[in-house]
């Protein structure tokens, strides 16, 4: 091995005392023998603080003679020629520019400041209390952790976890539930296991679950709808750029029902800012108006609320007189749109019983089913579907509505945080949610210029979801897919995979489980346009049933013989 010209053996023994003692040496020596591996792990290890470039390269070099030796000695050589290539290829490319973890701090960006950029070792991630699904069964990676204040009253916090060894090349954002709030380690883990640099935000709300953070601020209501994603999602390429010296192959997004909503409303606004948007159970903002709506119809009066001791007498009803329809008495109403069941025939014949409704409920039951229209008929928003009846309470269930619905008009539409819901009127007051709403958190199907740039949307929505109704969702793949032409013109590009049984974002009697990021890896890097995503429903961690979940407006057919708790026994169309 010649020495490069120019270097002087002073500056590489100060560059190998400087970074000898470093982690990541480890996680290096740690790595499998791919030539994909040694170029990945070597990333993170160059140009650390006072260590010349030309040096750093000898010093990589140094780091591959190890790794390769421990690995096949007798290919030594050849393969620190490689190392050796692949080195200069990285000199090539710019790579040297890359910085170390704990250099990240210094890196400067736009209406930003990095907080924190710290290695933790593999198994050493430490999640705060409050987060949920978090492990510290990880990978080790480099945190970082920032403020962005793209407006003076914006306070926003975001995080890029970067794999120290074993990157995929790849960027995955990771959106937020509700009215945004801590960040979501537990969904930011599952991205690095699978090998992303990864990050998320808490959308500029420190609270968890409540709105108020926005009144009197409405910069921080376009933090919130939108603005936050994006200065997360620039900031991360930004810092992607800086740690591994080059731009994230891919970039993707992935998130349900706030999250869902942030996806789209990134497509809109930012149509070159992902290859590919996972969006499920899109929370429609037009949803508060509908939940103010249910809560006035439902438990304002006590004499019109259905205690939810009868919700799976109601159920069942509701799959007696549906679950067929499909053709297969399995549980499921796979397409609940033809399911029209009157829960009059639960009314009780003389006294209220725990198997019948009273002639209120019986009203309520109706209400639940129906969709919220104006006076004269036109329709406000979806119904809640049949199936969902285990779930009413989310709506239904009082004494009070939701923060989540609530606050929007509290603190948006009215400014009062003392307003009382009781004084709901669903033509009147939806008309000025929309309007609060039109510049910020509502949806726009126009998503011409995301497709233009060549991005995939991937949405996804449980037919038996209690939160969102799923027929917003309808509508709204409708409507991107009317703005195209017809909907075989933007089935290249947008395709909706509805999930019968499946409850908001995940849970319900339905297969609910399945792999988006996978399938939104095989249709942008592969080309592989979703046919089918298999889906499974697990018992006590246990799978009891596998589906295909199919392109709306498909279903699964069974092809009449095998199992029916089966995917492979069912054909979508
Ligand atoms: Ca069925």
């Not at 593999?122 to 407006?151: H, I, M, N, Q, Y």
């Not at 509502?442 to 949405?459: E, Q």
């Amino acid at each position: 091995m010649g020495r490069s010209p120019g270097l002087r053996s002073a500056s590489l023994r100060d560059c190998i005392s400087a970074t000898g003692s470093d982690p990541r040496l480890h996680a290096v020596l740690r790595q499998p023998s791919s030539a994909p591996e040694v170029r990945s792990s070597l990333l993170p290890v160059r140009n650390l603080p006072g260590c010349p470039i030309l040096a750093c390269v000898f010093w990589e070099a140094r780091v591959g003679h190890l790794f390769l030796r421990n690995t096949d000695g007798m290919m030594m050589r050849p393969l620190l020629a490689v190392a050796l290539v692949i080195a200069g290829m990285l000199v090539q490319s710019g790579v040297l520019g890359a910085q170390s973890c704990e250099g990240l701090a210094r890196l400067a960006l736009p209406n930003a400041s990095i907080t924190s950029a710290q290695v933790v070792t593999a198994g050493a991630f430490e999640p705060p209390d409050s987060a949920v699904g978090a492990s510290s069964d990880l990978p080790a990676f480099c945190r970082v952790a920032a403020t962005l204040k793209p407006s003076s009253d914006s306070d926003i916090k975001t995080e890029v976890w970067l794999p120290v060894g074993g990157w995929n090349g790849k960027l995955l954002a990771v959106g937020n539930g509700g009215w945004g709030g801590p960040i979501d380690y537990g969904a930011m883990s599952d991205g690095l296991r699978r090998g992303y640099a990864v990050t998320a935000t808490d959308d500029g709300n420190p609270t968890r679950g409540k709105g108020e953070f926005v009144y009197g601020h409405p910069e921080k209501l376009i933090d919130f709808a939108y603005r936050s994603e994006h200065e997360m999602t620039v900031k991360a390429k930004a810092i992607v750029r800086a740690f591994y010296g080059r731009d994230p192959r891919y970039s993707y997004w992935d998130g349900c029902s706030g999250g869902g909503r942030e996806g789209l409303l990134q497509a809109y606004r930012y149509p070159d800012e992902f290859d590919g948007i996972i969006a499920g159970d899109p929370a429609d903002f037009r949803r508060n108006a509908w939940a103010l709506w249910l809560a006035n119809a439902t438990f304002k009066n006590p004499v019109d609320y259905i205690p939810p001791s009868k919700y799976p007498m109601i159920h069942q009803a509701v799959l007696d007189a549906c679950d067929a329809i499909d053709g297969l008495k399995d549980g499921l109403i796979d397409d609940p749109t033809r399911c029209h069941f009157d829960p009059k025939v639960l009314q009780c014949a003389g006294e209220d019983k725990p198997s019948c409704l009273t002639a209120p409920q019986v009203q309520t039951a109706r209400t639940i089913l129906s969709p919220a229209t104006t006076r004269s008929g036109q329709e406000i928003f979806p119904r809640l579907e049949p199936g969902t009846e285990l779930r009413w309470g989310r709506l239904a269930g009082g004494p009070e509505p939701a923060p989540l619905f609530l606050d929007y008009f509290k603190f948006v539409v009215f400014k009062n945080p003392n307003w009382d819901w009781r004084t709901f009127d669903l033509e009147r007051d939806s008309a000025l949610a929309n309007q609060a709403g039109e510049d910020t958190v509502a949806l726009n199907p126009d998503l011409k210029r995301f497709a233009g740039h060549g991005g995939k949307l991937l949405l996804y929505h449980g037919w038996a979801d209690q939160q969102v109704a799923p027929g917003a969702t309808v509508e709204f793949y409708n409507s991107v897919s009317a703005m195209n032409g017809s909907p075989a013109a933007s089935s290249a590009w947008v395709r909706l995979f509805m999930a019968p049984g499946m409850a908001h974002c995940g849970g319900g009697e339905g297969p609910n489980t399945f792999d988006k990021i996978s399938t939104m890896e095989q249709w942008v890097e592969h080309g592989k346009t979703p046919d089918q995503i298999i889906a499974s429903h697990s018992v006590n961690s246990k799978i009891d049933r596998t589906r295909p979940l199919c392109p709306y407006p498909q279903t699964a057919a069974y092809r009449g013989s095998g199992s029916t708790d089966d995917a492979a026994n069912f054909v979508c169309r």
